[in-house]
């Protein structure tokens, strides 16, 4: 969904909008929706700013760092957001952004796009590291079978071939 500037009445807006599972490219793998995420927000003019808030609620599925399983995660997430177009970007002073400004976002000045938006929350939300339990097995890298429901019969040493090479100078 793409929010016109030229149809806000009055400088603001507000919107919603649903996105079902599946229609959302997320570009992190792990990542995946499990129910249909629903946003909310304001949109507003400020001079050259356009400020755009709101949060965004469902439920994702991520998947354990070792073992794979999704793992179902609740998403509540707030926002805030300053754009500016990208010839006002330019036009900021050159001396050394400010921190503020720095978080300012660049449109092309017709147009936010929410489904950006809301993609890029929902990777913010993400948890760089994320695991089923604190003692998950993992996978097994020789057979891939999940070593917390199945115990393969793989040779599980993890052998690393410079440490092989250690012991057969011991055995000599
Ligand atoms: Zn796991
Ligand atoms: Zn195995």
Known sequence: M???LANLEGGKGEFSA???????ELEDERVRLATPLTVNGQIKRSGAEVIVSGNITGKLFINCDRCLKPLETPLNNQFELDYVSGSDY???PDTELTEEQMLISVFDGVAIDVDEIVKEQVLLAVPARILCSDDCKGICPTCGLDR???DCNCETSTSDPRWDALKSLKQR
Do not use: M, V
């Open 148 to 150: 917390n429901t199945t």
């Open 2 to 4: 793409r929010i016109e």
């Open 18 to 24: 649903t996105y079902e599972t599946g229609q959302l």
């Open 90 to 92: 330019e036009a900021l």
